[in-house]
């Protein structure tokens, strides 16, 4: 009852943090925003490897199987942060722009023998946007020297928070050969809200500008599978798989349009509602890790994502009828490789420097979004990590994991992203379970 009641403590502290708008990016305008990175500080130091990761010390939300491996002794909470430098580029124009923001925090702890206990919050997505576009429409004036000049600014935020609870089972572990199976479950909250204003320098032009704004709550299932076999004394393959069950979200997605006249600065205001909700896409993982020793681990993960099959609200006039309507083809597929592993001269060692783990990443993924009608960009990336113990009188099982990381997103014609970002993440691992003999 003791572990429960940490756990549901822990989980009433999440529902009051929400995750920070972390973007600047103008692509958050389309579909769900930016998705958040769902990897923990030692998975972000191999660039959000996870599928396959399986380790005692560590909590792998990414694959609810591997929380069956927590040790048995330890109360395991992670949190983390990050600091974020993006440089955007259009033909030769450039703006940069810095964010910093609490990323996620989580915990996990032994229920019982072969089953583990975890929780956790995290963002979903997040949106954050705010830039403009003009065109010139013509003179006016008697000698033909003032131009009218149309601009649309476009702003946007919110995003998606996540808090979840999740168990993990061993029912088999025989001779070196164990199966785990494991699941999530996710309160999924949030709203965005998204505008077009448009504006003219001539007072004597009716505007028209549209807002979108939709409040989502939901559940979100995730299940996951590890398979793990030993071969001698020193090394393992683990073989991981996970699946999100895809489904719709409550909330129904509004659009307002507003037209207002500039001479009687009267304006009216139609409210227009989506045929449908928000909903969520099935999601795919597989991957595999090999270990050495705990010495050496080198696996491979392959994300799919099938947005292409959500449909998504889209505001247009067809036959002089306006509508706000659902509809398909606005997202795409999105498919994601990555490669990564992990160096530690000696776990066991008394030395602190033999304990230090080096770990790198790297990965490539597809758009989710569509522009205009064509793919949005898509994204490459490589990662550094150090996880450092920290060692004094009373524990010598924590550690920092501090991770760089460089992604670029780009595509013909579209607008190019290069982002460096500094997570920190503290990895408290303290012996809360273990009988004191007392003489």
Known sequence: ???????????????????????????????????????SGASRGMNGLGIAVREGNQVNFQNPASYSA??????????????????????????????????????????????????????????GYNYYSYNTLGQNGSMGTTATINTNTYKGDGGLHQVFLGVG?????????????????????????????????????????????????????????????????????????????GHNLHGTPECLIISENSQTLVSDTTTYKANGEHALP??????????????????VDYNLEKWGSVKYPIYSVVNDQPQYVMTEGLMMDRQKFTLGGEFCANPL???WIN?????????????????????????ISA????????????????????SAKWAQQNASGLIKENMFMISVGLNFNERWFAKWLVQ
């Open 1 to 39: 009852m003791r572990k429960l009641f940490l756990a549901v403590s822990a989980m009433a502290f999440a529902l009051g943090v929400q995750a920070q708008n972390v973007t600047n990016s103008p692509y958050s305008q389309y579909g769900y925003g930016k998705l958040a990175d769902q990897s």
């Open 70 to 127: 927590t040790d048995s002794l330890s109360f395991i909470f992670d949190a983390g942060v990050s600091i974020q430098m993006t440089n955007f580029q259009e033909g030769q124009h450039k703006v940069n722009a810095n964010n910093s923001s609490f990323d996620y925090f989580i915990g996990a702890f032994r229920m019982f023998k072969h089953v583990g206990m975890a929780f956790g919050a995290m963002p979903f997505s997040n949106v």
């Open 169 to 245: 089972v061993e029912p088999l572990k025989v001779k070196g050969t164990s199966l785990s199976l494991g699941a999530n479950v996710s309160y999924l909250w949030g709203r965005y809200d998204k505008s077009i204003i448009n504006s003219y320098s001539d007072d004597f032009v009716n505007t028209l500008s549209k807002y979108y704004q939709c409040n989502i709550s939901d559940l979100k299932y995730d299940l996951g599978v590890q398979f793990q076999q030993k071969f001698g004394k020193k090394d393992a393959i683990t073989i991981g798989a996970t699946y999100s069950i």
């Open 282 to 299: 099935t999601m795919i993982g597989a991957g595999a890790m090999w270990n050495h020793a705990g010495k050496i681990r080198v696996g």
């Open 349 to 351: 060692s008394r030395t």
């Open 355 to 379: 304990r230090v783990k080096y770990r790198f990443g790297v990965s490539y993924a597809t758009p989710y979004i569509k522009v205009n009608g064509h793919d949005g960009p898509s994204e």
């Open 383 to 402: 990662s550094l990590g150090l996880g450092i113990p920290i060692t004094n009188g009373w524990n010598n099982r924590s550690t920092v994991n501090i």
